[in-house]
Every structure is written in structure tokens, then in C-alpha cells.
T-cell receptor, first 114, second 113 residues
């Protein structure tokens, strides 16, 4: 997937532990997103950033925080992981604007909370 | 709130048969619609998109979709599927006047030999 890198790809956490998922893009895009994917639920938006320094809640923000460190990087933090946060997490980017720009996805981060 | 409904969670089909994956959207204003494909253990890739103009949209890998405003539908079709089309397919709609996408719950297409 062109230009969107997520780390780590796999992670197992114990309940209550914290961790940060990192996302970096080299496409010079303004907008960045974090989605989670769960069976039968499709993709749900956690947080969104229209530009450096701005963030906005999506459909399921509870239990997460984000940082848009600069134009390239958008991190997702779980402060106190819960089993309900076991999921596949996708970072995505788009050039932005009201037009129908294509959204590019990273390859995903598989997170298991035990 | 806007929503996207994919009516079938799974669609089994034999190789070389035609297939239609159904999607209904909710927005009554300017609509941007997308189909994405996800192969196992990968991220999503854009198949096609409708922004305006011709209601029949052609995408990659021989897929096409038809925008139907009166039925608020954007069904995906392929006249003859291959084993390699086995994947999960997501319909999505842009939230009006934003860069956010609302996704459907996905349809798993399984192509059998």
C-alpha cells in the first residue's frame, strides 16, 4: 500500500497496559485517519486529522488518544488497553479537500488484548 | 446520520459466473461513493468511485458499479469472476462536506472452482 507505513504489525497486550500505534505517510497528504476493523462491523473511524495540529473524533473514540505530530505522522495511543480493543487497526491518508480524493490505507496492525 | 448498508455478508459464487454485491447509501445531498477491496491480511485498495457524471462507473479488475439515485444504491458487478477475486468488499460513502468516509460492514466474496 503506497506510502503509508504502520508499526507495529502485531502486538499482544495485557489488560491495563498502554501502547502507541505509529503511522507515517510519505505522500504529502493533509488528512490522516485511524480506523478499526472488527468482524461484522466493517471499518469504524476512531479519530481523524484534517491537517497538522488538528484532530477530530470519529465514531468510536473512547479509550483512544491521537497525536498529529507533523504532516507525516499520526499516532494512536491506548492508555489502558481493554479486551474490547482487540482489533485490526488501519491508518489511512488522503490529499484532502471536499473532492472525492482516494484514501490510501496502511497494511494494518493486529492488536490482541488479553 | 449517514449510513451505508451492505445487504449480504457473504456471497458464494462459482468461477466465471456473474456476481453482484449490493450497497445502499443514505445521504440525500451530494454523494461520493466508493468500493474498496481487501485481500486477506492486507489493507484496503480502491476499486472504483462515483463523484458525479455517468452513473456507470468502471473500476479495476473488470468491476463496475451503477449509481442509482432513486433507489439510493451503488451495486458492484462483475460479469465473470475469477478465483483471485475472493476477498472482502467494502462500500463507502463520504460524509457530506468532509474528508471522512462511512463504511458498510463488508461483503465476503468467495469464488469456488
Amino acid at each position: 500500500n503506497a506510502g503509508v507505513t504502520q508499526t507495529p504489525k502485531f502486538q499482544v497486550l495485557k489488560t491495563g497496559q498502554s501502547m502507541t500505534l505509529q503511522c507515517a505517510q510519505d505522500m504529502n497528504h493533509n488528512s490522516m485517519y485511524w480506523y478499526r476493523q472488527d468482524p461484522g462491523m466493517g471499518l469504524r473511524l476512531i479519530y481523524y486529522s484534517a491537517s497538522e495540529g488538528t484532530t477530530d473524533k470519529g465514531e468510536v473514540p473512547n479509550g483512544y488518544n491521537v497525536s498529529r505530530l507533523n504532516k507525516r505522522e499520526f499516532s494512536l495511543r491506548l492508555e489502558s488497553a481493554a479486551p474490547s480493543q482487540t482489533s485490526v487497526y488501519f491508518c489511512a491518508t488522503t490529499a484532502g479537500g471536499i473532492g472525492g480524493n482516494t484514501i490510501y490505507f496502511g497494511e494494518g496492525s493486529w492488536l490482541t488484548v488479553v | 446520520a449517514q449510513s451505508v448498508t451492505q445487504l449480504d455478508s457473504q456471497v458464494p459464487v462459482f468461477e466465471e459466473a456473474p456476481v453482484e454485491l449490493r450497497c445502499n447509501y443514505s445521504s440525500s445531498v451530494s454523494v461520493y461513493l466508493f468500493w474498496y477491496v481487501q485481500y486477506p491480511n492486507q489493507g484496503l485498495q480502491l476499486l472504483l468511485k462515483y463523484l458525479s457524471g455517468s452513473t456507470l462507473v468502471k473500476g479495476i479488475n473488470g468491476f463496475e458499479a451503477e449509481f442509482n439515485k432513486s433507489q439510493t444504491s451503488f451495486h458492484l458487478r462483475k460479469p465473470s469472476v475469477h478465483i483471485s477475486d475472493t476477498a472482502e468488499y467494502f462500500c463507502a460513502e463520504r460524509v457530506y462536506n468532509t474528508d471522512k468516509l462511512i463504511f458498510g460492514t463488508g461483503t465476503r466474496l468467495q469464488v469456488f472452482p
